[in-house]
């Protein structure tokens, strides 16, 4: 047992050992008041003390889910904004450097605890890891339009934790003032929301997204007080009184929200990432509230408002296997003109615009014939580009092209018996890297059957070693054998993390040109098809 005094009063740990590797782990430590009844949907409130010393040997509650991980429902508990901290040392010689874990699920499922995310591999290294849990879906990211409910709780939860990092991660024998924030997926695009939001100014000092950032569509909701209203209507409330909805909806227990079903929206494009019915929103700028998003991502990061730090971004070689596997359901949808045209060009041009940059697509991925069930890789290259790495690189130029800062791009295309989500998934014909799969490479997963071999141990080390030495010096290649360069207008190079790692200029020039091209017309307004 070991303690720690903090801000909110005394913390019993636990001493750890794996192998030769010795930590101290702290799980279940309130950072926000309980987020119950009047407090629900609402933004965090700071944590209250306590007396006499809190046991932090066991993980707090989950966010009530739909755990599609486990394909299970994960009762949880409405009071779930907890955190979890793993030291190497408690008294190191000199402060370490902290990383701030945001776990991703589509923003609807999830959490920071040890049985996904577990701590071992970092601890091989002079580091400390936190990771924690957020509201999800309903209850995180409801958006009335209005002072009581303006969206975005689950994200205010994060700032709330990293506010709690800042405070307190010195009695864990981190540095304050070297914080790096990382995700994957949702927690990618989280991690990149806090690089243009105020709200998290001053918060860390390095960043890094693992597949996923604020451009990407499914990143933010366009339509969530629709979504709002048809959730009371399922729920047996029909009103068009938003006052009338909350009431009704701060009634119902948690388990209500959970794994909701709803119809496609009424609206003129209908799109995948409409699926994803709960996100960040951007919040109205009337509103007399802190808010965390306050324009488009496009126009924050056009404005040149992202923070000036040292960032990786990356990708993994088959995204688009997360979205392609479900290619029975899409179908019907992919056969209509205008499904597989990027949201945000969509809602910039006219419908003729729209179906002449759809053939050009077909055209591109699919020869231009008729999408069938038999087509699994194409529309996994077609996902892999337009929902994930085009809008990634589309990120690294803004960053690169505005701040001091270096940023480094990656590719991951390393494959070992522990590529646990295409072979889950039944792809493993399929080529390349499905989305999330690098993730076993930098966690010790407990909860589900993953082998850890001589075949995978040495990617685990090179890519751990990659993430704690950028997290130490800002460089993630710094006192290494191989040199990552930053990506730059010029020399577009990106780093590929395989069974051996090299670092080359533009590898994905084809897909990336191609959308590039798309774009540039249409955001330069380009209002007809000469692409």
Same mark, same amino acid.
């Given at each position: =047992?070991?303690?720690?005094?903090?801000?909110?009063?005394?913390?019993?740990?636990?001493?750890?050992?794996?192998?030769?590797?010795?930590?101290?782990?702290?799980?279940?430590?309130?950072?926000?008041?309980?987020?119950?009844?009047?407090?629900?949907?609402?933004?965090?409130?700071?944590?209250?003390?306590?007396? @006499?010393?809190?046991?932090?040997?066991?993980?707090?509650?989950?966010?009530?889910?739909?755990?599609?991980? =486990?394909?299970?429902?994960?009762?949880?508990?409405?009071?779930?904004?907890?955190?979890?901290?793993?030291?190497?040392?408690?008294?190191?010689?000199?402060?370490?450097?902290?990383?701030?874990?945001?776990? @991703?699920?589509?923003?609807?499922?999830?959490?920071?605890?040890?049985?996904?995310?577990?701590?071992?591999?970092?601890?091989?290294?002079?580091?400390?890891?936190?990771?924690? %849990?957020?509201?999800?879906?309903?209850?995180?990211?409801?958006?009335?339009?209005?002072?009581?409910?303006?969206?975005?709780?689950?994200?205010?939860?994060?700032? =709330?934790?990293?506010?709690?990092?800042?405070?307190?991660?010195?009695?864990?024998? @981190?540095?304050?003032?070297?914080?790096?924030?990382?995700?994957?997926?949702?927690?990618?695009?989280?991690?990149?929301?806090?690089?243009? #939001?105020? =709200?998290?100014?001053?918060?860390?000092?390095?960043?890094?997204?693992?597949?996923?950032?604020?451009?990407?569509?499914?990143?933010?909701?366009?339509?969530?007080?629709?979504?709002?209203?048809?959730?009371?209507?399922?729920?047996?409330?029909?009103?068009?009184?938003?006052?009338?909805?909350?009431?009704?909806?701060?009634?119902?227990?948690?388990?209500?929200?959970?794994?909701?079903?709803?119809?496609?929206?009424?609206?003129?494009?209908?799109?995948?990432?409409? #699926?994803?019915?709960?996100?960040?929103?951007?919040?109205?700028?009337?509103?007399?509230?802190?808010?965390?998003?306050?324009?488009?991502?496009?126009?924050?990061?056009? @404005?040149?408002?992202?923070?000036?730090?040292?960032?990786?971004?990356?990708?993994?070689?088959?995204?688009?296997?997360?979205?392609?596997?479900?290619?029975?359901?899409?179908?019907?949808?992919? #056969?209509?003109?205008?499904?597989?045209?990027?949201?945000?060009?969509?809602?910039?041009?006219?419908?003729?615009?729209?179906?002449?940059?759809?053939?050009?697509?077909?055209?591109?991925?699919?020869?231009?014939?008729?999408?069938?069930?038999?087509?699994?890789?194409?529309?996994?290259?077609?996902?892999?580009?337009?929902?994930?790495?085009?809008?990634?690189?589309?990120?690294?130029?803004?960053?690169?092209?505005?701040?001091?800062?270096?940023?480094?791009?990656?590719?991951?295309?390393?494959?070992?018996?522990?590529?646990?989500?295409?072979?889950?998934?039944?792809?493993?014909?399929?080529?390349?890297?499905?989305?999330?799969?690098?993730?076993?490479?930098?966690?010790?997963?407990?909860?589900?059957?993953?082998?850890?071999?001589? %075949?995978?141990?040495?990617?685990?080390?090179?890519?751990?070693?990659?993430?704690?030495?950028?997290?130490?010096?800002?460089?993630?290649?710094?006192?290494?054998?191989?040199?990552?360069?930053?990506?730059?207008?010029?020399?577009?190079?990106?780093?590929?993390?395989?069974?051996?790692?090299?670092?080359?200029?533009?590898?994905?020039?084809?897909?990336?040109?191609?959308?590039?091209?798309?774009?540039?017309?249409?955001?330069?307004?380009?209002?007809?098809?000469?692409?």
């Amino acid at each position: =047992m070991v303690i720690v005094k903090i801000d909110q009063g005394d913390l019993r740990g636990v001493l750890c050992k794996n192998g030769n590797v010795e930590y101290c782990a702290f799980n279940g430590i309130p950072y926000a008041q309980p987020p119950i009844g009047p407090l629900r949907f609402k933004a965090p409130e700071p944590p209250r003390p306590w007396t @006499g010393i809190r046991d932090a040997s066991q993980h707090g509650p989950v966010c009530p889910q739909y755990n599609e991980r =486990m394909d299970c429902i994960e009762v949880g508990s409405e009071d779930c904004l907890y955190i979890n901290v793993y030291s190497k040392s408690l008294t190191p010689l000199q402060p370490l450097p902290v990383l701030v874990w945001i776990h @991703g699920g589509g923003f609807y499922t999830g959490s920071g605890n040890s049985d996904f995310y577990g701590p071992e591999f970092f601890m091989e290294h002079d580091v400390v890891l936190v990771t924690f %849990n957020y509201r999800l879906e309903v209850l995180g990211f409801l958006c009335l339009d209005n002072e009581d409910v303006p969206g975005n709780a689950g994200l205010k939860d994060q700032v =709330m934790a990293l506010k709690w990092v800042k405070n307190n991660i010195s009695a864990f024998g @981190g540095d304050p003032d070297n914080v790096t924030i990382f995700g994957c997926s949702a927690g990618a695009a989280s991690t990149s929301y806090h690089l243009t #939001s105020k =709200m998290s100014k001053g918060l860390f000092n390095k960043a890094i997204c693992q597949s996923g950032v604020c451009l990407n569509e499914w990143s933010y909701n366009l339509y969530a007080k629709k979504r709002a209203f048809q959730l009371g209507k399922l729920l047996g409330k029909e009103t068009e009184d938003e006052l009338e909805l909350l009431d009704f909806l701060r009634q119902l227990p948690a388990s209500s929200f959970v794994n909701i079903k709803l119809p496609a929206l009424d609206v003129q494009h209908k799109d995948m990432v409409d #699926s994803i019915y709960f996100g960040p929103v951007i919040e109205k700028s009337y509103l007399k509230v802190e808010k965390f998003i306050t324009e488009s991502p496009y126009d924050a990061m056009k @404005g040149g408002k992202v923070a000036d730090v040292p960032i990786i971004v990356g990708y993994t070689s088959a995204e688009g296997i997360e979205s392609a596997r479900k290619i029975n359901d899409l179908l019907k949808y992919l #056969s209509k003109v205008g499904s597989i045209v990027p949201r945000e060009i969509k809602l910039k041009v006219n419908s003729d615009v729209v179906k002449c940059i759809d053939q050009k697509i077909r055209d591109k991925y699919f020869n231009g014939k008729t999408i069938t069930k038999n087509m699994l890789q194409e529309l996994t290259d077609l996902f892999t580009y337009s929902l994930f790495t085009y809008n990634i690189y589309r990120f690294a130029k803004y960053c690169a092209k505005i701040n001091s800062n270096p940023l480094y791009l990656y590719k991951f295309d390393a494959e070992t018996e522990r590529n646990y989500a295409k072979g889950n998934y039944k792809m493993d014909h399929l080529k390349g890297v499905c989305h999330a799969d690098e993730l076993p490479y930098l966690f010790n997963v407990t909860c589900l059957d993953i082998p850890l071999t001589d %075949n995978s141990i040495p990617i685990i080390k090179e890519m751990v070693g990659l993430w704690t030495s950028f997290a130490r010096t800002g460089n993630p290649t710094e006192s290494r054998n191989i040199t990552w360069k930053p990506y730059t207008s010029k020399t577009k190079n990106c780093f590929i993390i395989s069974k051996t790692c090299v670092c080359c200029e533009n590898p994905d020039s084809d897909h990336i040109d191609f959308w590039e091209e798309i774009y540039a017309n249409v955001l330069d307004g380009d209002t007809k098809c000469n692409i």
